[in-house]
């Protein structure tokens, strides 16, 4: 497994901007993703990329507002947010694992084995 710690949420305005990054420490995986997960509400992909294609892939309500990249050399995951919406607000954990086949939509969580520990956003009006 790979341990993951993701940092950089907090508060922002509507409209504003925030990044959160994760840093993996170990490899043995081809996917990374993130998630978030309101309150009383099931865990949700939000953007994943394929660590060997770059290839990415977004939940319809953000894209075009985040962006998810990779620093293969700090092996670290970024999401890169903007456009913030209220709705926005939530815990947002990374994840990493081997996903077989190039997917065209987001891996499920249940695919991961290996997730960070979280970080809050919270969006304001």
């Known amino acids: 497994q790979v341990e993951l710690v993701e940092s950089g949420g907090g508060s922002a305005q509507a409209g504003g901007s925030l990044r959160l990054a994760c840093a993996a420490s170990?490899?043995?995986?081809?996917?990374m993703a993130w998630f978030r997960q309101p309150p009383g509400k099931e865990r949700e992909g939000v953007a994943a990329?394929?660590?060997?294609?770059?290839?990415?892939l977004y939940a319809d309500s953000v894209k075009g507002r985040f962006t998810i990249s990779r620093d293969n050399a700090k092996n670290t995951l970024y999401l890169q947010m903007s456009s913030l919406k209220v709705e926005d607000t939530s815990m947002y954990f990374c994840a990493a694992d081997v996903i077989l086949g190039q997917r065209v939509s987001l891996p499920r969580p249940d695919e991961f084995r290996s997730w960070g520990q979280g970080t809050q956003v919270t969006v304001s009006s």
């Open positions: 170990g490899y043995g995986y081809n996917y």
């Open positions: 990329i394929n660590s060997v294609t770059s290839k990415t």
